[in-house]
């Protein structure tokens, strides 16, 4: 059983920072892409950011030159580093992996969300 687990959401003023984690666990092989995707209110999942197993990267144009994906894949984890929060970034974050758990082939999975409010 694969899990993913996400820390690091909040309540954080505009203009400021947050630094979200995302830990993969459980029994596979290698974990492939993984993302960031964030929901708001009355709103569909986006993709925020994407990250390679090798380290290439994609923004959503809204987040570009603010947020930075990253990933440590000997811990099995990733980051999202969000900086010059503004209020529109108030959301529901959620990472997504793609990891393979069985013999040539590969699953999608969620964490469980968390929430980031960015209000003064």
Sequence with gaps: QVQLVES???LVQPGGS???????SGSFSSINAMAWYRQAPG?????VALISRDG?????NSVKGRFTISRDNAKNTEYLQMNSLKPEDTAVYYCNAD????????????GQGTQVTVSS
């Design 43 to 47: 709103k569909q999942r986006e993709l």
């Design 99 to 110: 990891v393979s758990d069985y013999p040539g082939g590969s699953r999608d999975y969620w």
């Design 56 to 60: 290439r990267t994609h923004y959503a």
């Design 8 to 10: 690091g959401g909040g």
């Design 18 to 24: 947050l630094r979200l984690s995302c830990a993969v």
